[in-house]
């Protein structure tokens, strides 16, 4: 299965506030989609906004805020299910 690098591009745009991991992800998957929807599983976070302040929407769905590609590293498996590997908890 191919091994996905997720690489976050501006953290500085609040959308981040809805996430807990704001680095780099490294994450076995079939396809981009579903690296990037196990990413969003493992890190996603509920945010409070303030009224007309505006929603928060998580960032690892985002191609303009999450870059995606795929990757051969011999540190990591690529026979497994969908899973992240990088970082390890």
């Given amino acids: 299965m191919p091994l996905w690098k997720l690489t976050p591009i501006d953290l500085y745009d609040?959308?981040?506030?809805?996430?807990?991991?704001?680095?780099?992800?490294?994450?076995?998957?079939?396809?981009?989609n579903a690296a990037r929807a196990a990413a969003a599983q493992a890190f996603d976070v509920a945010t409070r906004f303030p009224p007309r302040g505006g929603a928060k929407f998580p960032p690892w769905h985002s191609p303009a805020l999450v870059k995606a590609e795929p990757i051969e590293d011999p540190r990591y498996k690529a026979e497994g299910p969908t899973e992240i590997l990088d970082p390890v908890f």
């Fill in 14 to 32: 609040p959308n981040w506030q809805s996430s807990s991991h704001r680095c780099a992800a490294v994450v076995r998957a079939p396809d981009e």
